[in-house]
Nanobody, 124 residues
């Protein structure tokens, strides 16, 4: 079994900062691309930032220059450092991971996993 668990969501004032974490655990052979998505009420889920296995990053225009994605491969964890937060950043933030996981002692499978989400609220 593979688990993807986000943490770090909170209520923060406009202009503040937060760091989200997403830890992946289980019978994993290799982790590929990792990404953060968000979904505001009544809106579609959107990609915020992603990072490849080699460390290449990309960001949506709405967060470029304010958010930073990073990963710690030794800990199977991806982070999202958010600064200069705005009320429009309010959403549930989800972690998404591409990985190879063991089905048994011989077989592996490429899978895509989502975390359960963590709420970020930006409000005064």
């Amino acid at each position: 079994q593979v688990q993807v668990v986000e943490s770090g969501g909170d209520l923060v004032q406009p202009g503040g900062s937060l760091r989200l974490s997403c830890a992946v655990s289980g019978a994993i052979l290799n982790i590929g691309a990792m990404g953060w998505y968000r979904q505001a009420p009544g809106e579609q889920r959107e990609l915020v930032a992603s990072i490849s296995s080699g460390g290449s990053t990309s960001y949506s225009d709405s967060v470029k220059g304010r958010f930073s994605i990073s990963r710690d491969n030794a800990k199977n964890t991806v982070y999202l450092q958010m600064s200069s937060l705005k009320p429009e950043d309010t959403a549930v933030y989800y972690c998404n991971v591409d990985l190879l996981n063991f089905l048994d002692s011989i077989r592996v499978r490429r899978s895509n996993y989502w975390g359960q989400g963590t709420q970020v609220t930006v409000s005064s």
